[in-house]
């Protein structure tokens, strides 16, 4: 079991930047992948980045490849995405989660493979 808890959200301007924490609990962290997921309002919650279990590898969704940097600190049980030149587009509620299975890099994208689940940080971009 892992609590997940996110932090660093808020309003932004367009082209500005933010960084987003993810803080777990327990001390199994380094055995889990973790992702970032968001959710704009009406819309189905969607992949943003994941990273392996040791920070090696990291994947992107095209939309925010270039802009967006997901990395890890193992031992401080955290994960972080920083995020530059943020568009009005990027808008949404922003879930971090944790996968056990580590079933490959082709299932880190699906929603349904991660077991535990933040409680969200809103992100605003302004035009």
């Known amino acids: 079991q892992v609590q997940l808890v996110e932090s660093g959200g808020g309003l932004v301007q367009a082209g500005g930047s933010l960084r987003l924490s993810c803080a777990a609990s327990g001390r199994t962290f380094s055995s889990y992948v973790m992702g970032w997921f968001r959710q704009a309002p009406g819309k189905e919650r969607e992949f943003v980045a994941a990273?392996?279990?040791?920070?090696?590898?990291?994947y992107y969704d095209d939309s925010v490849k270039g802009r967006f940097t997901i990395s890890r600190e193992n031992a401080k049980n955290t994960v972080y995405l920083q995020m530059n030149s943020l568009k009005p587009e990027d808008t949404a509620v922003y879930y971090c989660?944790?996968?056990?299975?580590?079933?490959?890099?082709?299932?880190?994208?699906?929603?349904?493979?991660?077991?535990?689940w933040g409680q969200g940080t809103q992100v605003t971009v302004s035009s």
């Open positions: 989660a944790a996968d056990p299975r580590d079933m490959g890099s082709s299932t880190y994208r699906w929603s349904g493979e991660y077991d535990y």
């Open positions: 990273i392996s279990r040791i920070g090696k590898r990291t």
